[in-house]
């Protein structure tokens, strides 16, 4: 397999900024390909909620990206609503070749400035930053729609189900808190062995109903 990872992420989740710092950190170790996906599509494609469509889980998931921020000492802050719709700025990322320093600018704008990208002049004075002169016309050229719908079927046939997720020649880490397993999977693969192993093939025991 590969020995590239891929990064699979929405701008629209604190998480994914909150985890872009150890990911920036193991881009200095191996080649990480950046790829931004449409995290509403996911969750779509698998039934799912999203965090921010439960009220009191939404609360709790502010609250505890906040509380991990001041801990890591990470600039943070929640733009004006939340969750909102970061199709632009996705293609913003896709159209500039979802490069590295674009992805670390436009996450800054939104969670360490906390800025709406929605307001008048906002997504203007980030492309400023990137000199993007016309952003139309650079999504055009590069075919940023097509890019980050690919993207984004992509991710879901190879099983993720949630932002942002690390894969690692096919294995996929989950979320923040995945990272350290991330890594020590990339250190040593014998880790999925054993106990691990047998966690693949488990049974299932009792199904809730969909009804």
């Given at each position: ?15 994914a ?51 991990i ?5 990470i ?14 700025l ?32 906002a ?74 192993a047998?966690?693949a093939?488990?049974p ?8």
């Amino acid at each position: 397999m590969t020995k590239t990872a891929i990064w699979y992420f929405d701008v629209v989740s604190p998480f994914a900024y909150l985890a872009l710092a150890e990911i920036e950190r193991f881009a200095k170790e191996r080649e990480i390909l950046f790829r931004p996906i449409v995290f509403g599509a996911v969750l779509s494609h698998w039934g799912q909620l999203g965090p921010a469509e439960m009220p009191t889980k939404r609360l709790h998931t502010y609250r505890l990206c906040q509380f991990i921020a001041d801990r890591r000492g990470i600039d943070f802050r929640f733009p004006p609503k939340h969750p909102f719709n970061s199709l632009a700025l996705l293609r913003l990322i896709a159209a500039s070749g979802s490069r590295q320093d674009v992805v670390r600018t436009v996450f800054d704008f939104v969670f360490r400035e906390g800025r709406d990208a929605g307001e008048p002049g906002a997504l203007a004075e980030l492309c400023g930053r990137l000199d993007v002169a016309d952003l139309e016309a650079l999504v055009a050229a590069g075919d940023a729609k097509a890019v980050l719908r690919r993207n984004t079927e992509e991710a879901i046939a190879a099983g993720v189900f949630g932002v942002p997720t690390l894969m690692i020649e096919g294995e996929l880490f989950w979320g923040l808190d995945a990272m350290p397993f991330a890594r020590a999977f990339a250190e040593d693969r014998s880790i999925l062995t054993g106990e691990m192993a047998r966690l693949a093939s488990l049974p299932i025991g009792a199904e809730r109903s969909r009804k």
